[in-house]
């Protein structure tokens, strides 16, 4: 699966991530050759709307979705 940033300027292929984690209001993927590397994938106006992109990311990939774009706020 593929992950288009909130920004649009990053593509992130989901194979070469190591984890996403929602960091107060900041969702980052985490490299998985180089765990303290990582791309911001969204930033959103509060911790609820971060968690629920992080749960629809989620449900698109256990769906087999091939590419997501994370929403713009």
């Known amino acids: ?36 590397s990582y791309y911001e994938l969204g930033t959103y106006a509060s911790e609820e709307k971060a968690k629920y992109e992080m749960q629809c990311l989620w449900s698109s990939y256990a769906n087999g979705q091939r590419v997501f774009l994370m929403s713009k706020n």
């Open 1 to 36: 699966m593929l992950i288009v940033s909130q920004d649009r300027e990053v593509i992130v292929n989901l194979d070469s991530v190591e984890s996403i984690s929602t960091e107060d209001l900041t969702i980052k993927a985490f490299i998985a050759a180089d765990c303290a």
